[in-house]
């Protein structure tokens, strides 16, 4: 849920309810541009869902200072520049949709490319089209692709990066 209070208020989490400034929130959707920021590095940025390791849901506040570092760690580890075009297979609620379909390009100027439901035939059709330079997921998501009908090695020829995660990988999984 989220709560507009009055201009002068911080942006905050109260009783699981966000907190929004209202004047700038009003502003910024009239396309004014914002003049200091609303909030603290320390403020939180967004909730999200997860069962993380232990399987039990739960759900983590993920502070501004959190978003924008792990946003800047993306284009520093992956060398990422604007001319870079990511296939974003997770859903805007999970971390990783929140990354690099929202905080990476923002951060960047990086291509998001953002799937609706994942289908391996439908993801290869968006690497060719959109020239895809970036892939991330769990391993099913490259495997998926490179199982799609239709797959060539030159239907990849965009792909200069797979960033895996979320299960070991494997030697096979690399080759």
């Known amino acids: 849920r989220v ?8 942006a905050a ?9 209202d004047g700038r ?5 009239r396309g004014e541009p914002v003049d200091a920021p609303a909030s603290r ?22 502070s501004q200072r959190c978003l924008a570092h792990k946003a800047r760690q993306l284009s520093v580890l992956h060398g990422t520049t604007p001319d870079d075009a990511v296939l974003v297979p997770a859903p805007l609620s999970h971390m990783a949709g929140v990354l690099h ?19 391996p ?5 968006l690497v060719r089209h959109e020239q ?14 490179a199982s799609a009908a239709g797959f060539t090695p030159e239907a990849v020829r965009s792909v200069r990066l797979v960033s895996s995660g979320a299960t070991a ?3 096979a999984y690399v080759h």
């Open 3 to 10: 709560f507009l209070a009055a201009p002068t208020a911080p």
């Open 13 to 21: 989490v109260r009783n699981g309810v966000v907190v929004v400034p």
């Open 25 to 29: 929130l009003r502003a910024m959707a």
């Open 41 to 62: 590095p320390e403020d939180p940025a967004v909730l999200l869902t997860t069962s993380g390791s232990s399987g039990k849901p739960k759900t983590v506040v993920h």
């Open 101 to 119: 379909a929202v905080m990476h390009p923002v951060g960047t100027g990086v291509k998001a490319v953002v799937m609706a439901r994942w289908d």
């Open 121 to 125: 035939e439908a993801a290869l059709e």
């Open 132 to 145: 895809v330079t970036m892939l991330f997921g769990p391993p099913i998501c490259a495997l998926g692709i």
């Open 169 to 171: 990988i494997s030697e």
